[in-house]
């Protein structure tokens, strides 16, 4: 039984696949499963799922996500870790949780790893199908980035309270990532700017006004550029 849909059956131009955060597992989008149709009904269904498979027996799935209505064609982990909520039924037992999204053309799906289902579905967020995501983080919101064939980037704020989503303990991240989020914490905006300037200032580089022609309107817009 093939596990991923052929390239007749699935029109999105890329598979976003993704590792956790940890390197514990990968999802896939494109996967599909093949069951037999209920209610005496002679041949077989295609069922739209995502697999995910483990680092350790990566020859074959660990466990499946099942219950979308098209293909999976992005996913994204957020690359904080979060502490496990109590009274959960987990998908991989860890001692923290990984927040995720998952995209098709019809839908956002938000998972963390201690639940099977889903803990938020964001329906046509487009009008094509979703290529690619990203997560950014804003204080105490997540904020989901989807680029789409339409042309559009959507924006969905994550509130990690209300999912009941705090910072994992230091003592349960694992020493590799605590070393990554240290160094991503000291880069900040402001300084990444002064160096950009010192930069340029070596290189004797300088701001022009170059203006542009829109087609849709026909006017001059005035860009910045170096």
């Known amino acids: 039984m093939p596990l991923f849909l052929d390239d007749m059956d699935y029109t999105a131009f890329a598979r976003r696949l993704a590792w956790s955060p940890d390197g514990t597992f990968l999802l896939t989008p494109g996967s599909q499963m093949i069951a037999e149709k209920q209610e005496s009904v002679i041949g077989e269904t295609t069922r739209h799922v995502c697999y995910g498979f483990l680092k350790a ?3 074959k799935p660990a466990f499946m996500l099942p219950g979308m209505d098209d293909p999976v064609t992005a996913i994204r982990f957020h690359p904080r870790l979060f502490s496990r909520r109590e009274g959960r039924s987990a998908l991989i037992d860890l001692p923290y949780t990984m927040l995720y999204a998952l995209a098709t053309s019809s839908a956002l799906m938000i998972y963390c790893t201690d639940s099977t289902k889903p803990q938020a579905i964001i329906k046509q967020p487009h009008l094509d199908t979703v ?7 804003d204080g ?3 904020v989901l980035v989807s680029a789409s064939s339409d042309g559009f ?3 969905v704020d994550v509130d990690l309270a209300a999912l009941g989503l705090a910072p994992a303990a230091e003592s349960d991240v694992p020493e590799e990532l605590r070393e990554y989020y240290t160094s991503r914490n000291a880069v900040g905006f402001e300084a990444s700017v002064d160096a950009i300037k010192r930069e340029m200032a070596g290189k004797n580089c300088t701001f022009v006004n170059v203006g542009f022609r ?3 309107n026909q006017k001059d817009v005035t860009m910045i550029a170096c």
């Open 214 to 216: 829109s087609k849709k």
């Open 153 to 155: 980037c959507s924006l």
């Open 57 to 59: 027996q990566i020859n």
């Open 140 to 142: 105490a919101k997540a």
């Open 131 to 137: 290529n690619d995501l990203t997560w950014a983080e």
